[in-house]
C-alpha cells in the first residue's frame, strides 16, 4: 500500500522533469534562432559596410572630378575674361603671349568694367 502512495508523487515528478526537459529544449531551440538572426545581422553588416565603402570612394572620385571642373572652369572664366577685355578694349596692336591664348596689350584710357 506505501508503494501504490507514492505513484501520483511519481507521476507528478516524472511530468515536472517532462516540463523541465521541454523548457530545456525550446531554449535550445531559442537560442539556436537568437545565433541564426546574429549570423545574418553580422553578414548583412558586413555587405552595409562594403556599400558603404564603395559609396565613400566614389563619392572622393565625385569630388575629384568636382574639383577638377571647378579648376577648368576657373581657367576657362579666366580665359574668358582676357577675350572679352580684347573684344571690348582698343588695342594699340601689341600681342602678349600666354601659352594658351593671346592677350592684347591696351592704351592706358581703356576702362574695363
Known amino acids: 500500500m506505501?508503494?501504490?502512495?507514492?505513484?501520483?508523487?511519481?507521476?507528478?515528478?516524472?511530468s515536472?522533469?517532462?516540463?523541465?526537459?521541454?523548457?530545456i529544449?525550446?531554449?535550445?531551440?531559442?537560442?539556436?534562432?537568437?545565433?541564426?538572426?546574429?549570423?545574418t545581422l553580422t553578414a548583412e553588416t558586413k555587405t552595409f559596410?562594403?556599400?558603404?565603402?564603395?559609396l565613400n570612394t566614389k563619392d572622393k572620385t565625385l569630388n575629384s572630378a568636382t574639383r577638377t571642373f571647378n579648376s577648368?572652369?576657373?581657367a576657362k572664366n579666366t580665359q574668358s575674361?582676357?577675350?572679352?577685355i580684347r573684344a571690348h578694349g582698343k588695342k594699340t596692336g601689341k600681342i602678349?603671349?600666354?601659352?594658351s591664348f593671346y592677350v592684347y596689350i591696351y592704351n592706358a584710357k581703356t576702362k574695363i568694367h
Open 96 to 99: 602678349v603671349s600666354n601659352k
Open 72 to 74: 577648368e572652369a576657373k
Open 16 to 23: 515536472g522533469r517532462e516540463t523541465f526537459n521541454f523548457t
Open 49 to 54: 559596410n562594403s556599400t558603404m565603402k564603395t
Open 81 to 84: 575674361a582676357f577675350y572679352a
Open 2 to 14: 506505501a508503494i501504490k502512495a507514492f505513484n501520483p508523487v511519481d507521476k507528478t515528478i516524472n
Open 25 to 39: 529544449k525550446t531554449i535550445d531551440y531559442t537560442t539556436d534562432a537568437i545565433n541564426i538572426a546574429t549570423d
